[in-house]
Structures are given as C-alpha cells and as structure tokens.
C-alpha cells in the first residue's frame, strides 16, 4: 500500500520501508496549520518548519535572522494541522553550532515546546559530533548537507556545490558522517544529480534532494514555491505547479472592485432583522 493510500501517521520506520521498497518520499514546508493541513490531507509524508519562513514568510533576504522562538511558534502552528505528515522543525542559524549542549538543549525545545517529531540541522562532518549528541538524547535528526543555505556568506552565495572532484568527495563523506552520527534522513541540497544518485545509492537512510536531481529517495520543496507565490523566484530546481500569485491577485481585484461598486456584499451576505 502505498504511504498515500494509508492514512496512519508517518514515523521513521515509514520513510526506512520507502526507501527499501522504492517508493518516493515527498517532503513540502509549511509555516502555519492551514497550510500543514492541506499538505497532510493531500499526501505528503513529511513537512518541514524550514527556515525558509524568514525568506518567504517573513521577507528577509537569506534565513540567518530566523530564531529559535520563531521556529517553535511556527512547528506549534503546523503540528495542529499535520495530522498523518511526519513534522520535522529546522534548527535555525546559531541554535546549535556553538556547541553540544546548546544542540541538544535547543533541539530538545524544538520537540517539547513546538511538538515536532525530529529536528533538521545544516552542516556535514563538521556537524556530525552534534548529531550524535542530539540523537542520544533521543531525538531524530535529519541532516543536510551541499548547498547549506545558513552558510550563504561562506560560498558567495547561493552556489551548486561538489562540482569539483574534491569537494564531491567531501560532500560523499559529509553524507556517511552524518549516517554514521545517527542520522535518520539526510537533504541534499543543489548538487549535480550524479553526486545526489552516488549519496542515494551509497547510504542506508533515506535522501531527500532539493535540486540534487532525480535520483533521490524523495524530493521537497518550499510549498510557495510550487504554488507561485513568489513569481519572480524561478530557479532552474522550482517547478511552478500553478501560478498562485496570480489567482490570489486575480481574486483580491475583484473584491476591491466589487466593494467600489457595492456588489459585495449582496444580500444573501447580509444579515436582517427578523420582520
Ligand atoms: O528551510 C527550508 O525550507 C529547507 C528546505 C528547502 C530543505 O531547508
């Protein structure tokens, strides 16, 4: 039975069983319940508080502002809506690289306070120490490794990564690092598909690519981006699903041209005082 057809929650036991059997996984962000309920309703296996909600919720301009509070306000909202989706909360920019203790003391409020299952964090072998900590204190952590967005400044930008022979090879050996840390999943971010099917097919966990081609275990996207909501945002990776922003501008003109000319609101949207 495919995880679609079956409505029981998604643990990781479900995403190793995909794996084995072939089965995509397919991973969405959400930000509030509204969202996470659609996305649940719909299908998808695991959502994540990604924090991306800086970039598309909250408009910066990379996700490096977003905080720990932010991401348990966000996780609180989206778990009341994820009722068979697996949710996973991102440790944002500086909630976990100081140190172990600080890893596991966020990661844990993460679970407890924002009610998610399992805990994102960026970063490769490096990381790889934190990971271990954070999952002996019980808690699952999905790695994510290539293009780590928390480390725009260090690349110049939002690069591809492992395209040199060296730096796949330490991409190879991010990715085993991590499974060996404890890993339960790993994102592989903008990559050349060669390396993402090489990673795939190497690692016992799964992998979930976002711009690391076909051959991943699942794939995700931001959900805004799928939609359209941000029109102007057109990476090569993104596939614009439909063009939301459209519908939603399309929609609001005819209100405000309604309300100018008194078509809304029409009787039936009016409450009477009984005769
Ligand atoms: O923050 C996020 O939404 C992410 C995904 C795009 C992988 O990290």
Redesign the pocket.
């Known amino acids: 039975m495919s995880s679609q057809q079956n409505n029981s929650s998604v643990t990781l036991n479900t995403l190793n069983n995909m794996k084995e059997r072939g089965e995509k996984i397919c991973c969405l ?1 959400a930000y509030d319940s509204t969202f996470s309920n659609i996305l649940s309703n719909s299908g998808v296996d695991v959502i ?1 508080v ?3 909600l800086g970039m598309v919720s909250q408009g910066h301009e990379n ?1 490096l502002s977003v905080t720990l509070e932010d991401v348990i306000y966000h996780t609180r909202s989206v778990k009341r809506g994820a009722h068979r989706a697996l949710v996973v909360a ?1 440790m944002p920019f500086m909630s976990y690289q100081v140190s172990g203790a600080q890893a596991v003391t966020n990661a844990g409020r993460l679970i407890q306070e924002g009610h998610a299952a399992a805990v ?1 964090l960026e970063g490769g072998a490096r990381m790889a120490d934190r990971v271990h900590a954070i999952v002996q204190a019980g808690i699952p952590v999905m790695g ?1 490794i290539g293009l780590t ?1 928390q480390s725009v400044h260090q690349f110049g930008g939002y690069k591809i990564q492992g395209k040199t022979f060296l730096d796949s090879k330490q991409i190879k050996q991010d990715a085993k690092d991590l499974q060996k840390a404890g890993a339960f999943s790993l ?1 592989l ?1 903008g990559m050349p598909e060669e390396l993402g099917g090489k990673i795939t097919h190497d690692l016992e966990i799964p992998t979930i690519g ?1 711009g690391a081609g076909s051959k991943c275990d699942g794939q ?1 996207l ?1 959900t805004h981006d799928l939609l359209g909501l941000n029109p102007d945002f057109a990476p090569k990776f993104v596939k614009h699903y439909v063009q939301l922003a459209d519908v939603i501008q399309n929609a609001v003109s005819e209100f405000i041209s309604e309300v100018h000319s008194k078509a809304f609101p029409a009787p039936k949207h009016s409450y009477n005082l009984k005769k």
């Open positions: 962000t994540l990604g924090d991306s996700t991102d994102k994510h967005p994102v971010e976002i995700i931001v």
